[in-house]
């Protein structure tokens, strides 16, 4: 980690002070250094894949009604993920299924967030800082 952290360094030092054969023979490693990169990243990843599927199934199965609260509303709808089974953001549909059934409506407006959706966000958006302020980052 600290070799790869050491080659961008000297890459891009060679990089602004134009020296073309630093650059060279620094790009001689480029392939490995990426390959290298790419293992640290999968490194950082695997915990947060690890937690993140017992998490939404403790939301998704063992607290229905949390599952349904929305805490925010997003300016565009976030329903990226295809299929219906993992909305983020509340849809028109939903809320018109929701009173047909009774059993609502959980979302005052469209495009309002779920619950989960915030916290998977949140994690997501925060892991790095968090990662930083308590020393638990791989990079160090």
Do not use: H
Not at 1 to 22: G, I, L, P, V, Y
Not at 33 to 50: A, G, W
């Amino acid at each position: 980690m600290k070799e790869t952290k050491t080659w961008q360094k000297a890459r891009m030092a060679a990089f602004k002070s134009k020296d073309q054969a630093k650059i060279d023979e620094l790009s001689k490693k480029s392939k490995y250094m990426n390959k290298m990169s790419m293992e640290m990243m999968q490194m950082n990843m695997r915990p947060m894949m690890i937690t993140i599927i017992p998490l939404l199934l403790i939301f998704y199965f063992l607290m229905p009604t949390l599952f349904s609260y929305t805490v925010a509303i997003s300016p565009i709808p976030l329903n990226v993920i295809p299929g219906d089974f993992f909305q983020l953001t509340c849809t028109a549909e939903k809320m018109a299924l929701d009173v047909e059934n009774g059993i609502g409506p959980f979302c005052g407006t469209e495009n309002e967030i779920f619950l989960w959706a915030w916290y998977f966000l949140t994690a997501i958006a925060f892991s790095g800082t968090i990662m930083k302020l308590t020393k638990t980052s791989m990079n160090e």
